[in-house]
C-alpha cells in the first residue's frame, strides 16, 4: 500500500515537520506555530502531495516532550480534510527515535533533522500500531498518570520523613514497634513528644492510655507495646537541644505534607473510580485488582491489539529480558530492559502485588520465586509475578472474558 509519511518534532511554541514519499524522497520540510492555525497548515501541505505520491495511506509521527503532541495528535485525528481510515497517528518515544538517528552517522541535532528522522522511522515500520487513544480513553490517562505522579510524591515524602525520624527516634525505624511507621498512633507519638527522653520517662500508665487513644484500642497489648517503646527510646541516640527543635519541626511539617498527598490520592481514587466504572472492563474479574489499578492498566494499553501478543505488551512495559548469544554460549543471566512504559508498569506491578495476595495460583508461583533467592527475594518474586499477570491481562482483554480462576488443587 502506497503510503505518505509525516514526521513531526513537537515543542512549546513551533512542530518541525517533513513530509517523505513511500520511497524516502523528502517532499518538504517545513515550521508551523503549535497552534490550529499551524495543524491547519500541515494538514495543507499533506493534501497537496497527496495525488503527486499517489498515496493511499497517511501516517503521522510525532515525537513530544511531556504532553505537547497530545492537542496536535487530537486535531489530526478529528479533521475530516482526511478520512479516518486512510490515515493513522502514532506518538513516537524519544528514545526508539534517538537509536534510529544513530544509523545515519553525525547528523546534526535540527527540528527539522529530527523531523526528517521521525518520518523515515515511520517508513521502516518497526513500530507498533496507531497510539492516539480516544477521548475517554485520553482523559482517563491524565487522571492515572497525575496520580502516578501524586504517589511518588508521597513515597519521596515517607522517604523523607523516615530520614529524620532516625535522627529523632533512631530505634524506632530501626525495630518493629508498629507494624506501620505510618499509622495514626505511630506519628502521633512523634509529633506529642518532643524527644525521646520524654517518651523513656513518662509513665507506663500514661503512655498505654495515649496508644489506646490515638490508636482507637486497636493494639493487642498496649501496656506491651508502651513497655517496648520505652526501652526502645532509652536505647536510641539522643540529640543536642539546638537540633531536636529544627528536626521536630521538619518531621511536624514532613507529617502534615503527607496526610496531604494522602488525602488527594483518595480524591484521586474516588474520580478515577467513578470514571472507569462506565466502560467495559474485563480485568475486576481478577480478584484483588480494583478499580484504580485496573484503570491505570487500561489507559495505558489502550487498544491491546495493537501488541502481537503477549511478550511484545511485556516489552512495552519494560517487563522483559535481555538477551545475550554469542555462538555456542548463551548466558543465563540477564538483565531487565532499561526502557518501557513507566506507568504501565507501575500500575502492573502494584497490582500484581494486590492479586498474588487473593488469588491461589498468583499466590503459589510468588511464594515459589520467593524460595529460589536469598538477594533481594522480594523483589525478584513481585517482578516475575507481574510478568506473569501481564500474560493473563493480555488474554483477558484481547477476548474481552471474564476471569476463572484454576480449580485450587
Not at 21 to 34: I, L, Y
Not at 130 to 143: N, P, S, V
Request: proline share 4%; with cysteine.
Amino acid at each position: 500500500m502506497n503510503t505518505l509519511f509525516v514526521g513531526i518534532d513537537v515543542s512549546l511554541k513551533s512542530n518541525a515537520v517533513c513530509v517523505m514519499s513511500p520511497a524516502g524522497e523528502t517532499f518538504c520540510a517545513f515550521s508551523v506555530p503549535n497552534n490550529t492555525d499551524g495543524a491547519r497548515l500541515i494538514v495543507e501541505k499533506v493534501l497537496s502531495y497527496w495525488a503527486a505520491a499517489q498515496a493511499e495511506q497517511v501516517r503521522f509521527g510525532l515525537e513530544a516532550t511531556a504532553s505537547y503532541g497530545d492537542l496536535l495528535a487530537g486535531f489530526l485525528k478529528q479533521d475530516p480534510s482526511i478520512p479516518s481510515s486512510r490515515k493513522s497517528i502514532q506518538i513516537l518515544n524519544a528514545k526508539q527515535v534517538s537509536k534510529f538517528k544513530k544509523a545515519y552517522g553525525d547528523l546534526p541535532k535540527t527540528d527539522r533533522i529530527d523531523a526528517f528522522v521521525i518520518a523515515d522511522c515511520l517508513r521502516f515500520g518497526r513500530i507498533g500500531r496507531e497510539t492516539y487513544m480516544d477521548e475517554k480513553g485520553k482523559a482517563l490517562q491524565q487522571l492515572t498518570r497525575a496520580r502516578y505522579t501524586l504517589a511518588n510524591d508521597l513515597s519521596r515524602e515517607k522517604n523523607r520523613y523516615l530520614h529524620h525520624l532516625y535522627l529523632k527516634f533512631s530505634e524506632m525505624t530501626q525495630s518493629p514497634l508498629f507494624s506501620n511507621n505510618f499509622g495514626a498512633a505511630a506519628m502521633a507519638l512523634v509529633e506529642e513528644f518532643e524527644s525521646v527522653d520524654q517518651i523513656a520517662y513518662t509513665s507506663i500508665e500514661d503512655l498505654t492510655a495515649f496508644l489506646c487513644q490515638k490508636g482507637k484500642n486497636h493494639f493487642a497489648d498496649p501496656a506491651g507495646l508502651a513497655q517496648t517503646i520505652q526501652k526502645a527510646a532509652r536505647s536510641s541516640y539522643r540529640l543536642p537541644k539546638t537540633v531536636e527543635g529544627s528536626v521536630n519541626q521538619i518531621l511536624a511539617v514532613s507529617a502534615q505534607t503527607i496526610r496531604f498527598y494522602q488525602r488527594q490520592l483518595k480524591e484521586y481514587d474516588l474520580v478515577i473510580s467513578s470514571q472507569i466504572d462506565n466502560l467495559p472492563n474485563p480485568l475486576t474479574s481478577i480478584k484483588g485488582i480494583g478499580l484504580v489499578y485496573s484503570a491505570g492498566i487500561l489507559a495505558e494499553i489502550g487498544d491491546v491489539h495493537r501488541f502481537k501478543d503477549q511478550a511484545a505488551l511485556a516489552k512495552y512495559i519494560g517487563l522483559s529480558w535481555t538477551r545475550y548469544q554469542s555462538g555456542e554460549y548463551e548466558a543465563d543471566h540477564t538483565h531487565m530492559i532499561p526502557s518501557g512504559n513507566r506507568y504501565l508498569k507501575y500500575y502492573i506491578i502494584e497490582a500484581a502485588n494486590l492479586v498474588r495476595q487473593h488469588d491461589a495460583e498468583f499466590k503459589r508461583f510468588y511464594q515459589q520465586k520467593y524460595a529460589e533467592t536469598p538477594k533481594t527475594p522480594h523483589k525478584r518474586a513481585l517482578v516475575l509475578t507481574a510478568r506473569k499477570f501481564v500474560r493473563l491481562i493480555y488474554a483477558l482483554l484481547r477476548d474481552n472474558r471474564l476471569y476463572t480462576p484454576p480449580a485450587v488443587e
